[in-house]
């Protein structure tokens, strides 16, 4: 669908504001709030209709979504005195004003719309990595293509329906048609394996990568994934539009050096070994503490049910020590590949100065601090929308031809 109005094109099929025949730079948020007002515009949309378009539906200030209110009426060149194009309307919301001319069929407004079958579902699928290794991998949600590399404790089925990683699926699946897989040793891919090494984790992305069939897309990786998708970018810079890089590292534990590292990689290994899936074992105390020490009880308890489905202790183990000696320092200057690095201040899993030390490696990176204590940002945070709108940001902008 494509609006017309004053000196201004809204295409909503490439997400652009055109205004004189030329691209506006503006915030997916921003282009979605426009584009909401646009389409609604014989109503006055209401605040909650609003964050139910544009956040989908996720608690969010009023300054916020004033803050994009006006950044919005910026892009047009209006202000709130004047109120050319959006109108607020006290204690009712707000409206678009102004003729407006369409091209094309009208899509239903999304306040209105439920959510489609391809956002509701995951589909599981299988692969073989190059030395045959089975590989789970699912995909789901719509828009451009997301790959979620793998990391230690994950399980495709499992996850759907976590009160940690559901929320941050679904947000991702509002935006982007997301491919994610369980690695090996773990979750629903090939739990007898004996080669944990980087170049088979590499491997095994790559696989995913072919048999999901995107050609060029953001390689979004977390913790023990962020190694892993530096290696990769490394190897494919051509296939990767974005790389977005949260709470990892260059070097593990027993490479970096640090003795007192070290003794904790090795006090981990101790603790998954004779603790690994036992509810009220020190080990389950002692992992929650490390990752998500402000999780609720619910949270928690889902991570004692991960550990029991996704694999065994000794795969646990193995998997573990691999993780603690993978190096990727030779390759990070190297990369060339537009890149977003995200660490919390104040994570207990990967020190912050690992992420701080990482950015500059790379050429041109920018980077992101978030204020929380764990090493998975939970959805009852705030800086969990924080990281998202930021990954919107940053994706977003140069989705369009990618």
């Not at 990595?129 to 089925?157: C, M």
Request: overall charge negative; aromatic content about 8%; charged content about 25%.
């Amino acid at each position: 669908m494509r609006y017309r109005f004053g000196r201004f094109k809204l295409v909503e099929e490439t997400r652009e504001l055109h205004a004189d025949g030329e691209p506006c730079a503006i915030e997916p948020q921003v282009f979605d709030l426009i584009a909401c007002l646009v389409r609604e515009r014989d109503r006055v949309v209401s605040l909650d209709d609003l964050i139910a378009a544009v956040w989908n539906g996720r608690i969010v200030s009023n300054s916020a979504v004033s803050a994009r209110i006006s950044a919005a009426r910026s892009a047009l060149g209006d202000d709130g005195t004047r109120q050319e194009w959006i109108r607020t309307v006290p204690r009712r919301g707000f409206r678009f004003v102004g003729a407006v001319e369409t091209d094309g069929t009208p899509a239903p407004s999304p306040a209105a719309q439920p959510p489609t079958d391809e956002a509701r579902r995951q589909r599981v699928a299988f692969c073989r990595s190059a030395d045959g290794t089975q590989i789970a991998f699912a995909t789901s949600g719509e828009g451009y293509p997301l790959v979620k590399a793998g990391h230690w404790l994950t399980h495709l089925e499992h996850d759907w329906h976590s009160p940690i990683w559901r929320p941050l699926l679904d947000r991702l699946n509002a935006r982007y048609r997301v491919v994610r897989y369980d690695q090996r040793g773990n979750g629903l891919s090939d739990w007898a394996v004996s080669d944990f090494s980087i170049d088979r984790f590499v491997e095994d992305l790559e696989a995913v990568v072919e048999a999901a069939g995107v050609d060029r897309f953001a390689l979004y990786a977390s913790s023990q994934g962020v190694p892993v998708a530096i290696a990769y970018a490394h190897r494919h810079p051509g296939r990767l539009s974005h790389l977005v890089l949260q709470g990892g590292f260059e070097q593990g534990r027993l490479v970096r050096g640090s003795q007192s590292e070290r003794d904790q990689a090795e006090a981990i290994l101790t603790l998954i070994r004779h603790g690994w899936g036992k509810r009220g074992s020190p080990f389950i105390d002692a992992f929650a503490t490390m990752f998500v020490p402000d999780g609720t009880q619910e949270q928690i308890l889902s991570l004692v049910d991960l550990q029991r489905q996704t694999t065994s202790p000794e795969n646990a183990a193995a998997l573990r020590a691999a993780i603690d000696g993978f190096d990727v320092s030779g390759l990070v200057g190297d990369i060339a590949v537009p890149t977003l690095v995200v660490h919390a201040r104040d994570d207990g899993v990967q020190p912050f100065e690992q992420g701080r030390m990482l950015a500059p490696h790379i050429p041109g990176a920018e980077f992101l601090m978030l204020e929380s204590r764990n090493h998975v940002i939970l959805p009852q945070e705030k800086a969990f929308p924080v990281v998202f709108d930021e990954i919107d940001r940053f994706v977003g902008g140069g989705r369009v031809g990618a």
